[in-house]
C-alpha cells in the first residue's frame, strides 16, 4: 500500500521531486529564447554593424572611400602559426549558437530535420543551392558594382590574410561558417520560433530579411539592400520548400566565391574595386 501511495506521489514519500512535465512553449518564453539567442550572435553583429556604418558614414570621405574587410589577419605575418590559430579558434566557437539552437530545438521535442537542416535529400539541397547561389550571388556582385559607384557602398575586402598555405582552406572553412550560421538561425530557427509565435508568413519573412541586411550594414546602404532581398527570396524559399540546407548550400556557394575570387581577381581586373 505504502509503494502504491509513493508511486501516485510522484515520489513524494521518499523525497524524491516529481518529474516536470513537458508543456508547450509560451510566447513570452519563445521571445525571451529568441532574444538570448540573437543576443548570443545575429543580433548583436546587427547592432556592431549599425555602429560601424554610423562611424563609416560620417568618416572623411563618404563610404566609397571606407574599406570592409571581412577575414583579416590575426597575428603577425611573422606568426603564422598563431594566425592559424585564431582563425580556427574563431570558426568553431562562431558555431556555437548553432549548437545552442539545435540543442533547443531538441529540447522542445524537435531536432535539426524540424527545419531541414539534415542530409537526407542531397541531391535537392545541392541543385536548388546551386541554382540560389547563381541567381543571388550575380545580383549581388550588380548591386554592389553599382552602389559602389554610387558611393552607397563601402570597398568591400572579402580577405586580408597574408600569403600562407592554410590562407585558401581557412577562407573556405569561414564560408561553410557563414553558411551555417545566417541560415540556420535566421531563416530556420528564427522562422520557426515567430511562426509558433503566431505571427503571419509575411511578417516573420520581413523580420528575418531585416535582420540580415541589418547586420550586413556595415558594408554600406546597397548591401543592405541586397542583402535584404535576399533575406527575402531565401525566407520565400524556406516557406515553400521547409528547408534550410539549400540555402546553407547556396550561402557557402556564393561566399567560396566572393572570398576565392578576392584573391584571384582583385586588382588584377579593372571594373572590380579593390
Not at 90 to 103: C, D, Q, R, T
Amino acid at each position: 500500500m505504502s509503494d502504491s501511495a509513493s508511486d501516485r506521489s510522484g515520489g513524494a514519500a521518499t523525497g524524491a521531486p516529481a518529474a516536470p512535465r513537458n508543456t508547450p512553449l509560451s510566447r513570452r518564453l519563445i521571445a525571451s529564447e529568441v532574444a538570448c539567442v540573437l543576443a548570443l550572435s545575429l543580433g548583436a553583429a546587427a547592432v556592431s554593424a549599425t555602429i560601424s556604418f554610423v562611424g563609416t558614414a560620417t568618416a572623411p570621405g563618404g563610404l566609397a572611400e571606407q574599406t570592409a574587410s571581412l577575414v583579416d589577419p590575426r597575428a603577425g605575418a611573422d606568426r603564422p602559426w598563431l594566425d592559424l590559430t585564431w582563425q580556427v579558434y574563431a570558426v568553431v566557437f562562431a558555431m556555437a549558437p548553432v549548437a545552442l539552437v539545435l540543442y533547443l530545438l531538441h529540447r522542445d521535442a524537435r531536432s535539426g530535420a524540424t527545419i531541414g537542416f539534415d542530409v537526407r535529400r542531397p541531391g535537392f539541397d545541392i541543385t536548388r543551392g546551386a541554382l540560389l547561389a547563381a541567381v543571388i550571388g550575380a545580383g549581388g556582385l550588380v548591386v554592389y558594382l553599382v552602389s559602389w559607384q554610387l558611393g552607397l557602398s563601402t570597398t568591400v575586402s572579402p580577405s586580408s590574410l597574408n600569403d600562407h598555405w592554410w590562407a585558401l582552406p581557412v577562407l573556405l572553412l569561414q564560408a561553410v561558417k557563414n553558411g551555417v550560421l545566417e541560415e540556420v538561425i535566421v531563416v530556420g530557427y528564427l522562422m520557426l520560433r515567430m511562426g509558433q509565435m503566431g505571427w503571419s508568413p509575411v511578417r516573420a519573412a520581413l523580420t528575418s530579411s531585416l535582420l540580415r541586411a541589418t547586420y550586413h550594414l556595415y558594408q554600406g546602404v546597397g548591401m543592405f539592400v541586397g542583402n535584404l532581398v535576399m533575406g527575402l527570396v531565401f525566407c520565400w524559399f524556406y516557406q515553400r520548400y521547409g528547408r534550410v540546407m539549400p540555402l546553407v548550400v547556396a550561402h557557402t556557394v556564393i561566399d567560396v566565391v566572393t572570398f576565392v575570387g578576392s584573391v584571384y581577381l582583385i586588382g588584377r581586373v579593372g571594373w572590380l574595386p579593390g
